[in-house]
């Protein structure tokens, strides 16, 4: 059926009613030449024959032009339009009609009652007939009707005798029921058509819109594929600069700390105190977008891992109190004593929340202190509702400020931003976290009178005994690293020196690996208590290099710890998942290197000492012996101690052999610098340098290596290294004689 957005009902409904017609037209016409045939033959003996055969003739001509229409119709529906169609089938109806009419002419020549009902009955049959033929189009089937009935009506009227005349009303009675009936279903046949189309319309709007949904459905999904596309690009944009940017920023905050410890001019002490302020801020402003456009792309995962409170607070205390302090603020801590138990759940992200509104407590308070409280709210058995506190007593913040706060890019007031800095995604991101620990965030505040913020999370109770690791670093930490080998593996020249000075430092000696396969071929063929593993190097990377060092059993126990510059999840999983131990970011925060590198070296060199055991034995033997000697500034007896077994007289020989051979090696290094020969001096500082270290002179080492790396022939620096040494040999020696 055509569509009504090119033809108007009434066409579409014209259509139907001809094919109904046209559907019936071939069966009806035959069937009406075959009645016509039947009835000569009944009537043959009862009537004359020529004018049967003329009636006969009659019938069939008008119903072989009846059909000779229809088949033009069929063959060429062009030639002729519906509404001509329907005029012309029912003219040839109207004919045929007249033809069943001129039957009744045989009641007239016939006085045989047998004929006149035969013919009555005739007369009904094709009267009833055309109801379910012709009903279709009403005139139609009127013109084909009418003419018999009323010839009927008529020719018994006509016969006088009053029976037949009585007789005439019951055809014309039926004749009414079959038009009423004939309307009725011409009404139905409409209505049905109607439908049909009605119909047809809403199948094709439903068609269209499932088309056009599925369209919708590939375009969505393509879109999702695109989507899905960009954020994964995006993701591995993000890893790669957070890589790229924290790998020079290590070097630069490793550097300025280095050059730090040993600049002794006032000015470029400033000068790198505050490069390293302003690296530390540009790194919080990078950690910030990075975690931004990790919450975004919904990326952003709350770990679940055993920890302790205490650990999160002594983080938070090491990055902040300098701060703190510089400032002229004092950190106080209230912590609910029933929080002193193993927690579960991110003590990374809570440590971050911590600091970022420590750090904004610090920043807009000019004096006073910092109040940090924590409670414990409700405690089930699975889980405990903890709140945090952080209460300063600064510039506060206006009500209506406090409004948009924790929105992102919101800074209180934009006189604020010129005055103190910041990217006003801090508090932003503390949102979502303490959302994404279940919990709340929110501020009371009076402008003037400080800022109480407050966040609530839900934490799961640990299930193992954690370490109470601290990144306060205690001097017996620091002891307990002094004398250990550890294999460095980076490719990166300045991040090398970074780690490796910072090893060196605390007394350890520091081997170097350029790639995955250099790493891999020195501890298959050396002794190392640990590896430091940068993940990104040529040749074999660092996830492959562990992979390989622990395919060999006698490394299973080795601590390797990746140094790497991205912080994301996965990257961790993926250093875990190789084999590693442990990791830490760059850029190197010295004392998380050196308490991650104290937790995997402690279990394996015990005895060593933690500060919470008391001294054994031969420490006191030691102690007795060296009253003086546990300074770690100038000599902590205990390094040679412990290597010595705590063997007190070897421990006072090494000693005093190092007195001298440190005596006799200074005046050594007089001679080359009044002869300005550098390179003695070099390889004097080099030849001191180690047993230096032995004996837990760290500080006597690392001017002793100063020395040995004053390559520029710079004699003022070279002088006061000297002088240095020899004040602080008088010290050692004063600490050490017995
Ligand atoms: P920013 O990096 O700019 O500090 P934050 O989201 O951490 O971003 O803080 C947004 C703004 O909230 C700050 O710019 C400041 O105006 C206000 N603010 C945050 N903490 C404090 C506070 N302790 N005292 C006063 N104002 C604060």
Redesign the pocket.
Known sequence: MADLSTYSEAELITTEQVKLLYANARASNVVVVLLGILCVSILWGKADHQALLIWLAILTTSVVIRLTLAHRYYSQPESLSNQAFIQRYTITSFMVGSSWGLLCQFIYTSDSLFVTYFVIVVIIIITTASVPVLAAVKQTFMAACIPQIFALFFTLIATGDVDSQLSAFGPLLYFGLMLSTGKNLNRRIIQAIQLEIHNKVLIGQLTNEIAQRERTQQDLIIAKEVAEKANKSKSEFLANMSHEIRTPMNAIIGMANLALQRESDPKQQDYLEKIGLSSQHLLG?IN?ILDFSKIEAGKLDIEETDFSLHQVISTLTTIVSEAATSKGLTLKFDIDPALEIPLRGDPLRLGQILI??TN??I???EHGSINIHVALLEASEKSLLVNFE?Q?S????SVE?QQK??ESF????TS??RK???????????KQLTQLMDGEIG?R?HLGQ??T?WFTIYLGRGTEQTKQTTNGISNDLLSSLAGRHILIADDNRLNQQVAQELLQNVGITVELAEDGVIALEKVTNGHFDAVLMDVQMPNMDGLEATSKIRAHAENSTLPIIAITANVAKEERQKCLAAGMNDFVSKPVEPNILYSTLAKWLQPKQRPLLSPSEPLRKSDSAIEKLFPKANDPKIIDIKYLARQLKENPVKVRKFAKQFMESAKRVLSEMEEALSEDDFERLSALGHQLKSPARTVGAIHFATLCQELEELKGEDTNKAKSLLTELNELAEQISERVSV
């Open positions: 402003v910030h970022n509104l904004n407590a920043k807009f308070t952080v300063d600064g510039i506060g913040i400020e706060l924790f919101q800074q209180a007031d604020i931003t103190y800095g910041g990217s006003g995604l801090g508090l932003a991101i503390c501020v505040s400080g800022s913020f």
